[in-house]
């Protein structure tokens, strides 16, 4: 019989919640960073409409990756925090403002609208960038001294850490792009489908840029990636993400309503697994691994049982929530 | 092995930026956990009187709510990283406890919210009045349920137990149970979610006795300004009792921070005074100009006229809170505690003369106690948490060896960032808000997003359904 090995279950549970985050407030982020191309006024109401009901506990997944975090690894929380003290900071002042703007925008003039449309975009892309910062910032390491960053705090701030955050612009633009096309219909879904063609193009870019620059970075990366037994994990991971961009293609070229954004979302499940597999078993590469890192065991366990039963019940009553507000968002007869 | 990393400045400075970034955020939460619960309310009441009014009050303080939630949230995600930003040892050290109770208060609070505000704030067309009656109380639960994780974690730090020391040097639980309700707990929590009942309640109250005033014949007016006066008369005297309880159990667990709220320097072998008011001077270590009552301070706390209190000269000096913020902050917290129990006996004498609508006076005083709950929460807070210095687990981790390894240019310009940022968006949430509330409720009034012309407003729940669903 194999132990129970509770780091490992919560590197998976953290790694979960990340993922949750990333592709959910992914989308409504990607929302934000297109809402420059829709000038509109009637193109802009429908797009936050299409999120205003779910957008809030798309950001508690933040809430429950850092919290979840500081509970299961708490030297990693300790050590990553101030390491990516600048990103982080930026980060939470993009949500503020874009946060604010779901109520604010109607509750203004016009010109008023225009300002809280602006800290929309604007604060949707400033977190976006802060976060793919600190996603470069991470797979590169940082420097650590008896159990705390010892790094000045500039220190992310890399070529490979503009190119992850680039990656992440575009990402998120795609997620945003496809869910439009999703949930609405018309013009605005004809200028969603051109947009989603731009952003999946420059995404393959991106997925390809980051692939070649991140074996460079520590030669446990290349190891892993191109030595064997890991290669027999990693092979089918790109054979995997050309399978779902000719899908990708195809069902854009088709005009399908649901399939681009599922596909988009497996695009980003692909590209985290891969870099899962980069980081494992590193929650701070190359200097912490998750048994370092862990809580004691009463720790993990008491959330282990929390986890286990209210993850399934959140799930449920946010699909729910998505499913009581399905279907598309008309321009006449919102629900607002 | 902890080295002192932050200088004096930078722990000033990342002391400033949580105190800065809290007292915003728990304005909203104080004021959304009591009007979540009196939209649940509301909603019953509607749904089991049928009357237009209770409904047309729902969806008048549903836009409020949803205004100040979006605030509530954005400001709370920042506090959930300051831990790991600005406070990294403290993490460190305290993140296997305090961390698992953060993590359930998502697991079992925020998401609960979260979840169900969608279906709340827009969904009434779309699923009918039970099942968004369902989704009203669970966000109320959510927020009850939160405030129950958040206050448990602060309780364990100002009196920890339940717990052990690794090797490592950090904090593990030994016995969960003794954790979540370490001794502290029960009475903050207590103290805390009244506080937030009453403070919506005087808002609600001041909403309404201004529309009063306007016209006190008023049918959506009336009623908020009734039920929020029946909350002041019932709950201040109430919280006065839980109060007083909450500070003998600081007597017993964080004597130091009770002789700081007290102003008591020196030790009072027969009998403490009360310091009704002076002005308390740390380096000399006494309070100015003090107009005393003999004895009273012992009756309080020991229940005897005599009682021996020890004072600060039983506490070495590098162990002293802060005396004069812990001092004035009570005296504001208690001062407006009365005043509030004040007006709920007057707004209950007027009730009593049959002169409640009428009464202009009771309306501004009304009026005038808006604000006063929010004043009275934030005062309490800082009494408790400067009272609580020098340490961030009480007795056992100093604030100083908390601090995150971050040199002090990078907090001084976070800190400056935060209050930019904040000042220039909740300023303007707040004036959003104060631009809802000078409109009265009225007949037929739509919820969120009403930017769009109604079609018809009904009388019963059904019309009023079909209405809300032609927004």
């Known amino acids: 019989m194999i132990p129970i090995d509770l780091p490992t279950i919560w590197a998976f549970i953290i790694a979960f919640a990340v993922f949750v985050y990333v592709v959910m407030d992914g989308f409504d982020l990607g929302l934000g960073i297109l809402f420059p191309l829709f000038p509109a006024k009637a193109h802009r109401d429908v797009i936050m409409n299409s999120v205003a009901p779910v957008w809030d506990g798309n950001e508690t997944w933040l809430v429950l990756g850092g919290g979840g ?17 600048t990103p982080m900071i930026a980060m939470l002042l993009g ?10 925008r109607w509750r203004t003039t016009r ?35 008896a159990r705390h960053y010892a790094g000045g705090w500039w220190d992310w701030l890399t070529p490979f850490s503009i190119l992850t955050s680039a990656a992440l612009v575009i990402g998120y633009a795609l997620l945003g792009a496809t869910w ?3 949930k609405t219909e018309g013009d605005l879904r004809d200028r969603a489908y051109r947009l989603s063609w731009v952003f999946l193009v420059l995404m393959i870019a991106a997925i ?23 290669i027999v994990l990693t092979a089918p991971v790109p054979v995997a993400v050309a399978g779902v961009t000719a899908l990708l293609t195809r069902s854009l070229a088709k005009k399908y309503d649901y399939q681009p954004f599922l596909l988009s979302l497996a695009l980003f499940a692909l590209s985290y697994a891969g870099l899962g597999i980069s980081m494992y078993p590193y929650i701070v590469p190359q200097s912490i691994t998750i048994w370092q890192a862990a809580s004691p ?12 039963v209210l993850i399934p019940l959140i799930l449920g009553y946010t699909g729910w929530a998505y499913w009581v507000f399905r279907g598309k968002v008309k321009v006449e007869s919102g629900f607002h | 092995m902890t080295a002192m990393f932050g200088s004096i400045d930078a722990i000033i400075l990342a002391r400033a930026q949580f105190a800065f970034t809290m007292s915003f955020h728990i304005v909203f939460p104080a004021f959304s956990i009591g009007l979540a619960s009196y939209l649940a309310v509301l909603e019953a009441l509607w749904l089991w009187t049928g009357r237009e009014v209770y409904m047309a009050l729902f969806n008048y303080w549903l836009k409020i709510f949803a205004v100040a939630f979006g605030m509530g949230v954005v400001s709370g995600v920042v506090m959930s990283y300051q831990f790991g930003t600005n406070w990294s040892a403290f993490a460190d050290k305290t993140g296997s406890i305090i961390g ?11 998401f609960l919210e979260a979840g169900f505000l969608g279906v709340m704030l827009f969904g009434l067309k779309r699923v009918g009045p039970r099942l968004h009656f369902l989704a009203t109380l669970m966000v109320a639960t959510g927020t009850l349920v939160s405030a129950f994780w958040i206050l448990s974690a602060n309780s364990w730090m100002q009196t920890p137990a339940g717990y052990a020391v690794n090797p490592a040097g950090q904090f593990v639980s030994a016995d969960w149970l003794k954790v979540i309700f370490n001794p502290s707990f029960p009475y903050r929590l207590v103290h805390m979610v009244l506080a937030a009942y009453l403070t919506t309640a005087l808002v609600v109250g001041a909403v309404g006795a201004f529309h009063l005033l306007r016209d006190r014949h008023l049918a959506g007016p009336r009623v908020m300004f009734s039920m929020a006066m029946w909350m002041a008369t019932l709950v201040a005297p109430i919280q006065i009792l839980a109060g007083d309880q909450h500070g003998l159990n600081t007597l017993r667990y964080q004597p130091a921070k009770i002789m700081a709220m007290e102003g008591h320097y020196r030790s009072h072998p027969d009998g403490a005074p009360l310091v009704l008011f002076g002005l308390p001077s740390q380096a000399e270590a006494r309070v100015k100009y003090a107009i005393e009552i003999p004895k009273l301070s012992s009756l309080i706390l020991k229940h005897s006229l005599d009682a021996p209190l020890a004072g600060l000269d039983t506490v070495p000096r590098e162990n002293w809170p802060p005396v004069p913020v812990t001092f004035w902050s009570f005296r504001i917290m208690v001062g407006l505690g009365f005043l509030i129990a004040a007006l709920g006996l007057f707004s209950l004498l007027e009730r009593w003369r049959g002169k409640f609508y009428e009464t202009r006076l009771l309306h501004i005083f009304a009026v005038m106690m808006g604000p006063a709950g929010f004043i009275a929460v934030l005062a309490g807070w800082v009494t408790t948490e400067t009272g609580r210095q020098p340490f961030t687990v009480y007795g056992l981790l100093r604030t100083a060896e908390s601090a995150s390894p971050l040199a002090a240019p990078a907090i001084a310009s976070s800190l400056l960032a935060f209050i930019v940022v904040y000042f220039v968006v909740f300023a303007a949430g707040v004036t959003y808000i104060l631009r809802l509330m ?5 007949h037929g009034e739509q919820g969120p997003r009403s930017d769009v012309p109604a079609r018809a407003a009904g009388i019963t729940p059904a019309a009023s359904v079909a209405a809300e669903g032609a927004v």
């Open chain 1, 111 to 145: 010109s008023g609208r225009n300002r809280w449309d602006i800290a929309f975009a604007g604060g949707s892309l400033l977190a976006t960038l802060a976060q793919g910062v600190a996603l470069g910032a991470i797979l590169q390491g940082v420097h650590v001294e």
């Open chain 1, 208 to 230: 390809g840029a980051v692939s070649i620059a991140t074996p460079f970075l520590h030669v446990q990366y290349t190891h892993r990636w191109f030595a064997w037994p890991g």
């Open chain 1, 297 to 308: 065991e009463r720790s993990q366990l008491f959330m282990l049982f929390g986890v286990a």
């Open chain 1, 95 to 104: 949500l503020v403002f874009r946060g604010v703007a779901f109520e604010f």
């Open chain 1, 180 to 182: 439009l096309v999703m």
């Open chain 1, 69 to 85: 975090l500081m509970a299961a690894f708490p030297l990693a929380y300790a050590v990553l925090m101030p390491a990516l003290y």
């Open chain 2, 100 to 110: 698992p109770m953060m993590a359930y208060e998502v697991l079992t609070a925020f």
């Open chain 2, 438 to 442: 000078a409109a009265p409720p009225h």
